[in-house]
Structures are given as structure tokens and as C-alpha cells.
């Protein structure tokens, strides 16, 4: 028995058309899953690092400082210098 000349049931399509009906599936999926990710990313906020100290202001200039050092932006007479300038400070 056949309802609408076929096509409903694929008879018109082949199989090119049933790939691509699961290729189609298959993004729909993919998209959706990959918008709940990004959703709840977004809602949870930012990550933050596990080595870095934001909520204290005592210590971060002095990261800051070596961190400078540590890439070889500031040599070791420079980080000694401001380090004991940042510990005058206090």
C-alpha cells in the first residue's frame, strides 16, 4: 500500500537522498549539542588559572614582576631592584 504516490516512504528519494537526510541529522545533532556546551560555558563564567592569586593585592605586582623576568623581559639587576623597591612599599 502506498500513501502519497511514495514519497513518503522514500521511494522517490533513493539512497542519496536517505545519506543525506543522516548527514543532515547528524549536524543537527552536532549543532545542538555543541550550543548547550558553549551555553553553559558562557553561563558559568570564566576560568580562572590555578597559579594566580587574583584576590589578593599583596604578591600580584610581585608575580607580575617575575613573570616579566621569567620571559626575559626585564633583566636581574632590574627584577632585584624593583623587587626591593615593591618591598619598601609595604
Do not use: P
Given at each position: 500500500m502506498m500513501y502519497g504516490d511514495g514519497?513518503?516512504?522514500g521511494n522517490s528519494m533513493g539512497w542519496g537522498?536517505?545519506?543525506l537526510m543522516s548527514i543532515m541529522m547528524a549536524l543537527v545533532w552536532a549543532l545542538v549539542i555543541a550550543g548547550t556546551v558553549l551555553a553553559i560555558r558562557f553561563l558559568t563564567g570564566p576560568?580562572?588559572?590555578a597559579g594566580h592569586s587574583h584576590g589578593t593585592r599583596e604578591g600580584s605586582a610581585e608575580d607580575v614582576l617575575a613573570e616579566r623576568f621569567a620571559r626575559g623581559e626585564i633583566d636581574e639587576?632590574?627584577?632585584?631592584?624593583?623587587?626591593?623597591?615593591?618591598r619598601e612599599r609595604r
Open positions: 514519497w513518503m516512504w537522498g536517505w545519506v576560568r580562572q588559572s639587576d632590574e627584577y632585584r631592584r624593583r623587587a626591593t623597591l615593591l
